[in-house]
């Protein structure tokens, strides 16, 4: 079974600052996608970013980045330039390549603070 | 843009009454999924359905059943609501196929609250 760890329930960021939001996992399997996904206040869970475990170059978007350490079995997220609009629930996920469930981690609250 | 959208926002119920959740998409999505979230347990899998009338236990069934009779439509049903199944409900669709990856879209949410 796969486990994901969140170990930052609430964390603060000043305004166009950055911030690193840290996320481990347990896995067997060797082909799998992780994921980062946002929930504002409003509720609407959207995905920030997406990396494949086969994939050694780091993904990126936009202000968001990834460091993936498969070793390490480790996937943070960094954000850049911190907006207000980042304010959110930050939820790291994992699924097994050609799968269709997501296992959550426990979530990181995010707040930007003017 | 594909849109997910569940019946209610807010709901209220009282211990020992049967509940529907409803959930629909729009994009001829195969996949569709029920989750909890509850805090400092994130998001945990209830069921989730890979075509019309088929489904699968996720992590938490006790408790809840599903339905599907359409394509779009994905019900959580809870026969005896209690206490302990106040939460906050996420609805999600993914399309099917062979790729390596299917993306999940996500719901609103019901905020359930049983008294």
């Known amino acids: 079974a796969q486990t994901v760890t969140q170990s930052q329930p609430e964390m603060s960021v000043q305004e166009a600052e950055t911030v690193t939001l840290s996320c481990t996992y347990d896995?067997?399997?060797?082909?799998?996608?992780l994921f980062w996904y946002k929930q504002p206040p409003s509720r609407q869970m959207i995905l920030v970013i997406r990396?494949?475990?086969?994939?050694?170059q780091n993904a990126t978007e936009n202000r968001f980045s990834v460091n993936f350490q498969k070793a390490a079995k480790s996937f943070s997220l960094k954000i850049s330039d911190s907006q207000l609009g980042d304010t959110a629930m930050y939820f790291c996920?994992?699924?097994?390549?050609?799968?269709?469930?997501?296992?959550f981690g426990a979530g990181t609250i995010l707040r930007v603070k003017s | 843009d594909v849109k997910v959208t569940q019946s209610s926002r807010y709901l209220v119920k009282r211990t020992g009454e049967k509940v529907f959740l409803e959930c629909v998409q729009d994009?001829?999505?195969?996949?569709m999924f029920w989750y909890r979230q509850d805090p400092g347990l994130g998001l945990r899998l209830i069921y989730f359905?890979?075509?019309?009338?088929?489904?699968e236990k996720g992590d938490i069934p006790e408790g809840y059943s599903v339905s599907r009779e359409k394509k779009e439509r994905f019900s959580l049903i809870l026969e005896s609501a209690s206490t302990n199944q106040t939460s906050m409900y996420l609805c999600?669709?993914?399309?099917?196929?062979?790729?390596?990856?299917?993306?999940?879209?996500f719901g609103p949410g019901t905020r359930l609250t049983v008294l």
């Open positions: 990396q494949e475990a086969y994939k050694q």
């Open positions: 999600a669709s993914s399309p099917g196929g062979t790729s390596g990856y299917n993306e999940q879209f």
């Open positions: 994009m001829d999505h195969e996949n």
């Open positions: 996920a994992f699924m097994i390549t050609y799968g269709n469930k997501l296992v």
């Open positions: 896995t067997s399997e060797s082909n799998y996608y």
């Open positions: 359905s890979y075509d019309v009338k088929m489904k």
